[in-house]
């Protein structure tokens, strides 16, 4: 079965940083596109970044790009975010995304911001930013 298990997440002061990691088993992580998602309470779940199968491309979202950097490594089946100068608005429970790329390319399309393109999700994890 295909698990996708989000870790990392926590308390944090405003200025702080943070790394949260997704471990991926049960699928070939190499042919997958992944993503992380956000939700805040009473607030729509919304995209955060998105990283290709290689991790040759990138996207984020204007509200953490300067801030955050997303990378993978295959070897371990695992995606990454590097969470840097949060602020209160950064805190809600963050979901990794698995899209599945075909053909070996290094690709991520260009709908990566919809969340229905994505196969798998993971169960979340929460981060809290104080002021």
């Known amino acids: 079965q295909v698990r996708l298990i989000e870790s990392g997440g926590g308390l944090v002061q405003a200025g702080g940083s943070l790394r949260l990691s997704c471990a991926a088993s049960?699928?070939?992580?190499?042919?997958?596109?992944m993503g992380w998602f956000r939700q805040a309470p009473g607030k729509e779940r919304e995209f955060v970044a998105v990283?290709?199968?290689?991790?040759?491309?990138?996207e984020l979202s204007d509200a953490v790009k300067g801030r955050f950097i997303i990378s993978r490594d295959n070897a371990k089946s695992t995606v990454y975010l590097q969470m840097h100068s949060l602020k209160p608005e950064d805190t809600a429970a963050y979901y990794c995304?698995?899209?599945?790329?075909?053909?070996?390319?290094?690709?991520?399309?260009?709908?990566?911001?919809?969340?229905?393109?994505?196969?798998?999700w993971g169960q979340g994890t929460q981060v809290t930013v104080s002021s």
């Open positions: 049960g699928l070939t992580f190499e042919s997958y596109s």
């Open positions: 990283i290709s199968p290689s991790g040759g491309k990138t």
């Open positions: 995304a698995a899209d599945r790329v075909y053909g070996g390319v290094d690709y991520v399309r260009p709908s990566h911001r919809r969340q229905d393109v994505y196969d798998y």
